[in-house]
Nanobody
Framework: QVQLVESGGGLVQPGESLRLSCAVS????????MAWYRQVPGKQRELVAG???????YYAEFVKGRFTISRDNARNTMHIQMNSLKPEDTAVYYC?????????WGQGTQVTVSS
């Protein structure tokens, strides 16, 4: 059974940092493209960043230069380091694993940026 479990969310002030983690089990991790999405109530879920098994990364324009995605294929984990957080980064952040076999999601972790 595929399981993606996010952790590391919380409440921070503008300008501060958070590191989210995604622990994956039940799949051959290195076979999957991994990504972070986020969603706020009433809006569509949006892609934040992605990383291939080889480490090729993609970033949405609104996080370039502030967020860094990484993965550890030996430990079946993915992370995103989020620096210089802004109030508009407030959302539920989801971990996603996708390949030709299908797509799986975690349950999400809340990130709130507020003074």
């Amino acid at each position: 059974q595929v399981q993606l479990v996010e952790s590391g969310g919380g409440l921070v002030q503008p300008g501060e940092s958070l590191r989210l983690s995604c622990a994956v089990s039940g799949i051959i991790f290195s076979d999957y493209y991994m990504a972070w999405y986020r969603q706020v109530p009433g809006k569509q879920r949006e892609l934040v960043a992605g990383i291939s098994s080889a480490g090729v990364t993609y970033y949405a324009e609104f996080v370039k230069g502030r967020f860094t995605i990484s993965r550890d294929n030996a430990r079946n984990t993915m992370h995103i380091q989020m620096n210089s957080l802004k109030p508009e980064d407030t959302a539920v952040y989801y971990c996603n694993a996708v390949n030709f076999r299908g797509s799986s999601w975690g349950q999400g972790t809340q990130v709130t940026v507020s003074s």
